[in-house]
């Protein structure tokens, strides 16, 4: 597409139709999410824990004082740190369906 390599990343999304890639990311890790929290994958058995109702993620941060500060930022970037406030803020119905094709 000629000029196009030109102009800003957000204009050239636009103009493309695309998403940004932190979006892509995100709604990939949550179809993952989806896949593992529901068992419809070997993969990442144990990585997520449930709250009381199965639905809400809950979050794996130790209160040991311990760490250091570089582990507990890598620690962010772990798919289940990732996705937690995602997932918590999706609807009930969105959660609840049964295949990621809905």
Known sequence: I?????????????????????????RGDLIETFK???NQVEY????????RSRRNLL??????????????KLSDNFISERVRQFWNDLPKSVRDVSTVDN
Do not use: Q
């Open 2 to 26: 000629n000029g196009i390599g030109t102009l800003p990343y957000s204009e050239r999304l636009d103009r493309l139709g695309l998403t940004t890639l932190a979006e892509r990311r995100i």
């Open 59 to 72: 979050t794996h941060k130790t209160a040991n004082v311990n760490l250091s500060k570089d582990i507990c």
């Open 44 to 51: 990442g058995k144990g990585l997520f824990e449930l709250g």
């Open 36 to 38: 593992m929290v529901n």
